[in-house]
């Protein structure tokens, strides 16, 4: 009971000499204050990148890979162009050999400015095949897809995404509208649901899909055959890392690579992605909470120096307590609860204004972002042992300073 009195009383004088100084206990939180919000809002927006990015990445498709082209230089350096050696019948074979791909589609893609009278929408245009609507997990929101018959003979038809149809008809339903692309007209037959950005940073909603031989008709004009990229899906999430040998494999022996040559072409998978995006983020992440964690440090330093000058201000109020009994171990608690007051009510004001800027955060860069509590825990856990850490000096040098020196201070 006397020493749960001692340390009641303790809190009493600690508070009683924070309030006090109300300025400089304001000015000495301020960098525990900076620290806790940079920790906590740091590591939100991280969560909210890695979120959103995943989501993005998820959005690719189910199960899905990309195979990409390389081309080489004269040089021989390998390098990541267009112009490969990738084709259609790639496609077709990697359907036919393979025993855990599900669906595969060429595709060619391009840019492009789309106009509907007077309105008109830069948008990517991509010329692919059925499969891939599928394979994107691709719905519509209004109208349809084209049919295989529209695909044989490469009808001008098309779907577009949701923010071109909203740059060219505003409100106004597109479907059975045409729009024009360089000099041909084309048929809008649908429009896609909305995806958001991708994990390269386009728009997947700026978008006109077409046939691909419509595409290579009258938008592009490239070899037999030639394709940019080829997308595929596995059969089951399980089979994707078969699935992704099996085509390397493949395109090997059609490419006629030998054995320890580099491959003219590169499979990515949803989880290569993931995994790339995750470590990225992670870096930028640790970096950024290495930077936040300075200024932890730097409030503690503060909280340290204004501790040292309280106590030199309170030598003759120490040399008192000592003489009506107090004890080195009271006067200890004393000095380390005032730096944990100090520190503990930084990181409260710390986690506030970090929960303010969350909030703006989210808002303005749309992120799904939250107060982590585990990150909140660490944050006020760390301003704590700071308190504790950076306090003890000072409150050490109270607890030994001799009472009758102390009491000849002025």
């Known amino acids: 009971m006397s020493t749960l009195l001692r340390f009641l009383s303790a809190i009493a004088i600690a508070v009683r000499a924070v309030t006090r100084n109300k300025l400089r206990a304001a000015l000495t939180i301020l960098g525990i204050t900076i620290g806790v919000a940079a920790v906590v809002t740091v590591t939100a927006l991280a969560a909210g990148a890695r979120e959103s990015i995943g989501g993005q990445i998820s959005n690719l498709g189910s199960n899905a890979l990309i195979i990409f082209p390389r081309s080489a230089r004269p040089s021989g350096v390998r390098s990541l162009l267009s112009g490969s050696r990738l084709s259609e019948l790639d496609a077709d074979a990697l359907m036919r050999e393979s025993t855990s791909i599900k669906s595969a589609t060429p595709f060619l893609r391009a840019s492009g400015t789309a106009i509907y009278e007077s309105q008109n929408a830069k948008t990517s245009i991509i010329g692919a095949r059925l499969p891939y609507f599928e394979i994107r997990n691709w719905k519509l929101t209004r109208g349809e897809v084209w049919n295989a018959t529209s695909e044989a003979l490469g009808e001008k038809v098309v779907v577009i995404g949701v923010e071109t149809a909203a740059e060219l008809f505003g409100s106004s339903d597109p479907v059975g509208r045409t729009i024009r692309i360089g000099r041909h007209p084309y048929r809008v037959l649908g429009v896609l649901e909305e995806k958001g950005p991708s994990p390269f940073g386009q728009s997947q909603d700026e978008i006109v899909l077409m046939p691909m031989a419509t ?109 009506i009994g107090a004890r080195e171990m009271d006067i200890l608690v004393q000095f380390l609860v005032e730096a944990l007051a100090l520190a503990t009510l930084g990181g409260v004001v710390g986690a506030s204004v970090g929960w303010v800027a969350i909030q703006v955060f989210g808002a303005a860069l749309g992120w799904p972002m939250k107060l982590e509590p585990t990150s909140l825990a660490v944050a006020l856990g760390v301003s704590t042992t700071i308190g504790l850490v950076f306090g003890f000096f000072p409150a050490r040098r109270a607890a030994r300073m001799d009472p009758v020196q102390a009491l000849g201070r002025e």
């Open 215 to 323: 595409m290579r008709s009258h938008i592009l004009t490239t070899r037999r055959g030639e394709t940019h990229a080829i997308m595929m899906s596995s059969t089951s999430a399980e089979t994707t890392e078969r699935a992704k040998k099996q085509a390397e494999a493949i395109l090997r022996e059609r490419h006629h690579i030998k054995e320890g040559d580099e491959d003219d072409f590169m499979v990515r998978s949803q989880a290569e992605f993931r995994a790339m995006q995750e470590a990225i983020t992670g870096a930028l992440s640790a970096l950024l909470i290495g930077i936040a964690a300075v200024s932890l440090v730097v409030g503690g330093i503060g909280v340290m120096n204004i501790m040292l000058v309280s106590v030199t201000e309170r030598t003759r109020e120490i040399g008192i307590r000592m003489a």
